[in-house]
């Protein structure tokens, strides 16, 4: 059965410090993969998606991440926060059942950045 | 603008009301997802129609229903409604560019 485990509830760090969300997933499959960012009262905003191709993924606002199979992980990275980064942060796995798609949610990470 | 519109934004109503949330999808789009978010639960998969027929059902209460329209819009139907039922209701939209686009969602408050 496919899952996505967010290892933290929460992370802080300080502006101008790199960001490291950990993320890994189970899957029976080769897994979609994705990074949504939910800023305080707005929707969901894709950050960056995983569908096979090249393992490290770019995204928006400086996010990349990089797909290990090896390791089940797919851990969402930026070298310098910036205050606008505080939001929830969602590492997806897609499951395929019965002729369709779902999104799998983690838990989600709440992202602190301190001045 | 991620080009998925749901309407209202906000909506308070009282316990055992019926209210209907709506949802426009990405412009050739044809498959729409309803989520719920609340704060214990977090993000819960409703159910999934596409053009127009029922495809996937998840945590979807029977007094919730859903429709969707000829011209791909959606509803989601909430009657008898709880106060557990407040939370953010999220549609989501995909298709061939195979991604996932959110609205800004409902907020839902059952007073």
């Known amino acids: 059965a496919q899952s996505v485990t967010q290892l933290d509830s929460h992370v802080s760090v300080s502006e101008g410090t790199p960001v490291l969300l950990r993320c890994n997933y189970s899957?029976?499959?080769?897994?979609?993969l994705f990074w949504y960012v939910q800023h305080p009262n707005k929707g969901l905003q894709l950050l960056l998606k995983y569908t096979s191709a090249a393992t490290l993924v770019k995204g928006i606002n400086g996010f990349e991440a990089e797909f290990k199979k090896s390791e089940t992980s797919f851990h969402l990275t930026k070298p310098s926060a910036h205050m606008s980064d505080a939001a929830e942060y969602f590492c997806v796995v897609t499951l395929f059942s019965g002729g369709y798609n779902k999104l799998i949610f983690g838990a989600g990470t709440r992202l602190a950045v301190h001045p | 603008d991620s080009g998925v519109t749901q309407t209202p934004k906000h909506l308070i109503t009282a316990t055992g009301q019926r209210v209907t949330l709506r949802c426009s999808p990405r412009?050739?789009?044809?498959?729409v997802y309803w989520y719920q978010q609340s704060l214990d639960q977090g993000l819960q998969f409703l159910i999934q129609y596409y053009n127009g027929e029922e495809r996937a059902k998840g945590n979807i209460l029977e007094r919730f229903s859903a429709q969707q329209f000829p011209d791909l819009h959606s509803e989601l139907n909430l009657s008898s409604l709880e106060l557990g039922d407040s939370a953010l209701y999220f549609c989501?939209?995909?298709?061939?560019?195979?991604?996932?686009?959110f609205g800004s969602g409902t907020r839902l408050t059952v007073v």
């Open positions: 899957s029976s499959y080769s897994p979609s």
């Open positions: 989501a939209s995909s298709g061939a560019h195979y991604g996932y686009t």
């Open positions: 412009s050739g789009d044809l498959s």
